[in-house]
């Protein structure tokens, strides 16, 4: 009786890790989001219309030296005349509720999606070493006073990009620019997109938050018949194995 009872107990807490919301035990049901934002050459700064976003999700549960996670779900849009996108999905999470760590064969979760871009003539975001992309985010805290653009610059030469990533290893911040209405300015892409010298320090920000946030990409073109075939051929296996869900980029890929 008292086996069943402790079965009863055990089988009562994991079903509330299932049915109660993130904010309460971690688990991701059934939060959803939506994340939106533009796409815009690096360069000029124009919106880049019919870019590809996606967002993939994993859905995960425990082994033995870690979680294991097969794909989920795969959204794709293109970006419209604006360069803008919109995608809905659930919103996961990276802290399931302690017991799915052990029992999550019974019910997996489903982690935050990772987002992707990809524009015929450009180099996906993030691939190029040689940096000269970006990203900026619109971000707000009132309860510690801030609010400006969270901007991700590494650089414009491999050089400068190395020498930001060993100065993000020690600081593990992200870069806040102090600006008022911040997502307006990126919608109305009233911004340079460079660092000026009031940046300000910001730890400590959760993924939950980030992804939540409007943020605008800055992709780097690809110039010459061989920077376009670079570009063509450096998106991650871990994108292009799952191109079977993926008609849009699939498309986008056979145009060059």
Request: hydrophobic share 40%; proline share 7%.
């Amino acid at each position: 009786m008292k086996i069943s009872r402790h079965y009863g107990i055990i089988l009562s807490i994991l079903l509330t890790c299932a049915v109660i919301p993130a904010p309460l035990v971690g688990f991701d049901f059934p939060g959803y989001v939506t994340m939106r934002g533009k796409i815009i050459d690096a360069d000029t700064l124009k919106p880049i219309e019919g870019a590809v976003v996606w967002a993939r999700w994993h859905k995960c549960r425990p082994s033995v030296g870690g979680d294991v996670c097969d794909v989920y779900k795969v959204k794709e849009v293109l970006t419209d005349a604006n360069g803008e996108w919109l995608i809905t999905g659930r919103s996961g999470t990276f802290d399931p509720c302690f017991l799915r760590v052990f029992f999550g064969f019974l019910v997996a979760w489903v982690r935050p999606p990772w987002l992707g871009y990809y524009k015929p003539g450009y180099y996906p975001y993030l691939a190029r070493l040689e940096g000269g992309d970006f990203s900026a985010r619109a971000y707000v805290d009132r309860s510690k006073n801030l609010e400006g653009i969270l901007l991700y610059r590494p650089g414009d030469t491999e050089e400068e990009v190395t020498r930001y990533l060993e100065q993000w290893k020690k600081n593990r911040c992200e870069m806040l620019i102090p600006v008022k209405d911040p997502e307006r300015k990126l919608r109305e892409l009233d911004f340079d997109f460079q660092y000026p010298p009031n940046v300000i320090c910001v730890h400590d920000i959760k993924d939950s938050k980030l992804i939540r946030l409007y943020k605008v990409i800055g992709l780097k073109r690809a110039v010459t018949p061989e920077e376009k075939r670079k570009a063509r051929v450096s998106l991650p296996s871990t994108t292009t194995l799952y191109l079977s869900h993926m008609p849009l980029l699939r498309k986008a890929l056979e145009e060059h």
